[in-house]
């Protein structure tokens, strides 16, 4: 099992970011995958979820409304279409399956 992140980067407060999951070694269209984070000086904290078939999505409440997970199956990714972001989103983001995680992308919500 292989999870690749990337589209972590530098935000300010308020904008956006994207990022993307690349999956591979496994069946991806019949995993259920997650997105968790931990920040500085924090324990790692779920994030938001999405069932294999993309039909189930769950949120932390400090992301319900701002973040959207989303997956295509066809490409074996998924995402995290991250709005309205804010300094305490600052945070390594965790792609994850199962006790399988990715080596994580930093995000830096900053002025």
């Known amino acids: 099992v292989q999870l690749v992140e990337s589209g972590g980067g530098l935000a300010q407060p308020g904008g956006s970011l994207r990022l993307s999951c690349a999956a591979s070694?496994?069946?991806?269209?019949?995993?259920?995958m997650s997105w968790a984070r931990q920040g500085p000086g924090k324990e790692r904290e779920f994030v938001a979820a999405?069932?294999?078939?993309?039909?189930?999505?769950y949120y932390a409440d400090s992301v319900k409304d701002r973040f959207t997970i989303s997956r295509d199956n066809a490409k074996n990714t998924v995402y995290l279409q991250m709005n309205s972001l804010k300094p305490e989103d600052t945070a390594v983001y965790y792609c994850n399956l199962g006790v399988y995680w990715g080596q994580g992308t930093l995000v830096t919500v900053s002025e």
């Open positions: 999405i069932s294999w078939s993309g039909r189930e999505e």
């Open positions: 070694g496994f069946t991806f269209s019949s995993a259920d």
